[in-house]
């Protein structure tokens, strides 16, 4: 075997030109680097105030604004009430120190909730988080929030053209057109909600979107209350005509016309009015601008005169189902389609809970029972009516002290920005608050 001397030869490393440049500009880049401090010059900027540029100059670090949205003519950076923060915007605005003095850009304004069509699956079940149990915490103050409320503006909102949207006006709205969009609530935990204002994620008993009343009620209900007028009121008798006629229903021989006067509406739609405590000892002297479940039986012409009592000799099922038929009525028209059949009313908190009761006199065993004791049956009905309202009367009433009116806004997944109304309400149980579903959960009980 011969050993032959093999030369080693030196394999060169190629490079490409962009792995030379890599390569050169990261032994020009420092490891670590800090930030400068200005020096005190001709020019530096002086605090709270852009540095100088030329005049017509644009800077090149500072974007020019985006048009608003929708082609308003509002300014950007307020909103109506002027020094009220728009609350559309959600975070921050970042950039450099020019960046946080340029004008924000308005995205698109809160939409209103639209319930989605009736399924028969079955509704999910979301654990839910710890209630808060302090009264006025959920509410915060004025020290604690960063909103700025408000000056008192009288309410000379037309309600046909009144608004929950933004919050001037929700400030001139009516309280009735406010307490009609909080009946109208509904509770959807297939979204996961942020807050605006905390950054949190809402539990999703938080999610309660409200609605606003649609345009035959704000026209021919809510109307002559807010042109101040009394007695009878022919428009909203002949909307709950033509509305009870797609049914068969005969009004003139079922319902007496003098139930329907401007007083008796003005108490049924002012919800923090309601006389609903069970501790009420003398319901004959209540006043007449409050609202009780027995006030409904003057809608019968046979209670028309009757005080707000519960008749001696009770109600009889035949009754009982032209009552039910009333109080639906009397909540499902102010939401009601234009197909004067359906209302999106049935979808929301109240709705499903007032349409299982106003079912109870139809039903089989209810009214084998309801013939055996009428006068039983009468109470336990009326009761469990008083129960479901009283609820919705201390929710609506503790929004009164509330820095926004119980309205705050929240955000979606996808940035979508929606309007939600608190959901914190004096608890059952003394010194302690719930919210509005653990409330109502106790009711289905």
């Not at 509904?186 to 204002?197: F, I």
């Not at 009116?405 to 979606?412: E, H, L, T």
Request: aromatic share 8%.
């Amino acid at each position: 075997m011969i050993d032959l001397p093999i030369p080693r030869r030196t394999v060169l490393a190629l490079s490409t030109r962009g792995q030379l440049s890599t390569d050169a500009q990261r032994l020009q880049t420092p490891r670590f680097s800090a930030a400068l401090p200005l020096q005190p010059g001709a020019g530096a900027p002086t605090a709270g105030a852009p540095p100088a540029q030329a005049p017509g100059a644009v800077s090149a670090a500072a974007p020019a604004p985006a048009p608003p949205a929708f082609g308003s003519s509002q300014p950007a950076a307020s909103y109506p009430g002027g020094s009220y923060p728009n609350p559309y915007l959600l975070g921050t605005h970042h950039g450099d120190f020019l960046g946080q003095h340029q004008p924000p850009t308005i995205p698109l304004p809160p939409a209103l909730y639209s319930p989605p069509a009736m399924t028969a699956s079955g509704q999910q079940h979301t654990p839910a988080s710890q209630p808060s149990r302090q009264l006025f915490a959920p509410f915060g103050s004025a020290a604690n929030s960063s909103v700025t409320a408000l000056a008192a503006v009288a309410r000379h909102s037309d309600p046909t053209q009144a608004t929950i949207i933004t919050e001037q006006g929700r400030h001139e709205a009516s309280p009735e057109f406010l307490h009609c969009c909080r009946l109208l609530v509904h509770n959807d935990v297939r979204v996961q909600l942020t807050d605006n204002v905390t950054g949190q994620i809402l539990a999703t008993h938080a999610n309660l979107f409200p609605r606003q009343p649609t345009l035959h009620f704000r026209r021919d209900v809510l109307g002559p209350l807010f042109h101040k007028m009394s007695g009878y009121q022919p428009s909203v008798y002949n909307y709950v005509e033509a509305l009870l006629s797609r049914n068969g229903i005969p009004v003139e021989s079922t319902y007496a016309q003098s139930f329907f006067t401007a007083e008796r509406l003005r108490a049924i739609y002012s919800v923090e009015s309601w006389a609903m405590s069970p501790q009420i000892q003398n319901l004959a002297s209540i006043p007449q601008q409050t609202f009780h479940v027995y006030s409904i039986l003057q809608c019968l012409p046979h209670y028309q005169a009757h005080p707000t009592l519960l008749p001696a000799q009770a109600l009889d099922v035949l009754q009982a189902k032209s009552i039910s038929k009333m109080v639906h009525l009397l909540f499902a028209m102010i939401d009601m389609k234009p197909d004067f059949a359906t209302s999106t009313f049935d979808t929301s908190v109240l709705g499903t809970r007032l349409s299982l009761w106003c079912q109870l006199p139809g039903l089989i065993p209810i009214n084998s029972l309801w013939n055996t004791h009428p006068a039983s049956a009468t109470f336990y009905w009326f009761h469990s009516l008083r129960e479901l309202l009283q609820i919705f009367h201390s929710w609506v009433k503790a929004q009164r002290f509330h820095i926004t009116q119980g309205f705050n806004y929240a955000r979606d997944s996808h940035g979508t920005v929606s309007l939600v109304l608190v959901d914190t309400l004096p608890s059952h149980i003394p010194g302690q608050s719930t919210h509005l579903m653990e409330a109502l959960a106790r009711y289905d009980m």
